[in-house]
């Protein structure tokens, strides 16, 4: 007995972007699963929505049974840049339902802002933290496309530091806290934007979404 998987994006910040037809999947659903239970109940309850919230651990077998689950990220679309991604494949080798529900991701909201060159781009999700890290810089600086990438409170600034050796010319946009009340968008060169958030370290809080210019 094949169970159906829905794969529901989430708001990235505002609560108010999610969709009506993520909201009516959640009350259809047998189950919820997450990354953070403590996180999708808090979504669930703002709504007054009662299905119970579960790992995504527990995903396959409950599908084997004929359930329906949806599966969510702490924020964002599933899949994208997270492990949702391999769980659906084993879904669909399990002979699953699969349907997307799409709705808020990080990356396209920064393209609709981004207000620099990116005829076409390559995105790289979250770069590794420490092994090729230095490589795929040096990989950026030396391509014509536009460059993008997730990248943390905590290490914004040596991403910065190691932009501004590979790539000095390049332009490049950060863009933090989308779709919450500090948003932002910050351009300039890797040294530009350096400076500027070391002369005021609150600029260097929130998750960021950054584009390195395409030529």
């Known amino acids: 007995m094949n169970g159906k998987l829905s794969v529901v994006a989430t708001p990235i910040g505002n609560l108010e972007d999610i969709t009506l037809r993520a909201l009516r999947t959640f009350k259809e659903a047998d189950f919820v699963a997450c990354e953070d239970t403590r996180t999708t109940r808090k979504l669930l309850s703002h709504f007054d929505i009662h299905t119970p919230a579960i790992a995504d651990s527990k995903v396959l077998g409950l599908l ?8 969510v990220s702490d924020a964002g679309t599933p899949g994208v840049s997270d492990p949702g991604g391999e769980l659906v494949a084993k879904a669909r080798e399990q002979g699953a339902q699969i ?9 396209p909201a920064a393209l609709a802002i981004a207000g620099i060159r990116v005829p076409s781009f390559t995105f790289y999700g979250f770069l590794p933290q420490k092994k090729g890290r230095e490589s795929l ?11 993008i990438f997730y990248e ?7 991403a910065l530091e190691s932009m501004a050796k590979a790539m000095p010319e ?5 863009y933090r806290e989308l779709t ?9 060169t890797a040294a530009e934007l350096h400076d500027l958030l070391t002369n005021d370290p609150q600029k260097q809080r929130g998750e960021f979404v950054v584009i390195v210019e395409g030529e």
């Open 64 to 71: 084997a049974q004929g359930k329906h689950v949806a599966l």
């Open 99 to 107: 349907e997307t529900i799409p709705g808020a991701s990080a990356l």
């Open 170 to 174: 390049r332009r490049v946009g950060l």
């Open 152 to 158: 943390s409170p905590h290490r914004i600034m040596k």
């Open 137 to 147: 810089f040096k990989e950026i600086a030396q391509t014509k496309r536009a460059s």
């Open 180 to 188: 919450k009340i500090y948003e932002e968008a910050l351009i300039g």
